[in-house]
């Protein structure tokens, strides 16, 4: 089993829709979790932490459940600039390091 | 404008050969990695540092090599032992492990390398 696992999508909405992604996470020492965004053939920016309450950015609300092990991201208004691949990440306690999923890709049409 | 680096931005190397992928920061983290991503596919840990002298295997280390003599530069060197080299390399750095809330680690810019 992967340690952190997305849908990689392709995920195609309109302008101004909303939308979800989930990404399960297997080890239950995972530490802190972020969400990345990538451009094509760009290096990854980071786009959010997940905090144990929730938190909101905007448009972008990030969401923790420990219980069940995932993290989801909710983009409101989506935008065409909001075409990316979104990537899971998380770090692993005494692993010294983060961990990717793969990536959800995500193009929004007008 | 503090940031990572990397270059070249294009590299080909032919069949047998050693290269050298540079990263340089200037943002004064104590901690970098090396990733490598194949087309469609997630990021890979090929090494780390978290200090000056000091260096770690990742998941895919063989065929690979790194020095960290400097705090600001960690040279990622592929191997003919690498038999699949052709991916985009990442270098990226972060304050320290774990990287702090809202910080995350920076990347740099990538070398996308190609075997001809």
């Known amino acids: 089993r992967k340690e952190v696992e997305q849908d990689p999508g392709p995920f195609n909405v309109p302008e101004g829709a909303t939308v979800a992604f989930n990404c399960t996470y297997s080890n239950s020492a995972s530490q802190s979790f972020f969400w990345y965004r990538q451009d094509c053939r760009k290096e990854p920016k980071l786009l959010m932490s997940v905090y144990s309450s929730g938190n909101e950015d905007g448009r972008f609300t990030a969401q923790l459940n420990r219980a069940s092990q995932y993290i989801s991201l909710l983009i409101r208004d989506s935008k065409l600039s909001d075409s990316a691949t979104y990537l899971c990440v998380v770090t692993i306690q005494g692993a010294q390091k983060l961990v990717f999923g793969q990536g959800t890709r995500l193009t929004i049409n007008p | 404008d503090g940031g990572i680096t990397q270059s070249p931005k294009y590299l080909f190397r032919k069949e047998g050969q050693n290269v050298t992928l540079s990263c340089e920061q200037n943002?004064?983290?104590?901690?970098m990695y090396w990733y490598r991503q194949d087309p469609g596919q997630g990021l890979r840990l090929i090494y780390y540092?978290?200090?000056?002298?000091?260096?770690q295997k990742g998941d895919i280390a063989e065929g690979y090599s790194v020095s960290r003599e400097k705090k600001e530069s960690f040279p990622l060197t592929v191997t003919s032992a690498q038999k699949n080299p052709t991916a985009f390399y990442l270098c990226?750095?972060?304050?320290?492990?774990?990287?702090?809330?809202?910080?995350?680690?920076?990347f740099g810019s990538g070398t996308r390398l190609t075997v001809v």
């Open positions: 540092s978290h200090i000056v002298n000091d260096f």
């Open positions: 990226a750095s972060s304050i320290g492990y774990p990287p702090p809330k809202n910080y995350g680690y920076t």
């Open positions: 943002l004064n983290h104590d901690a």
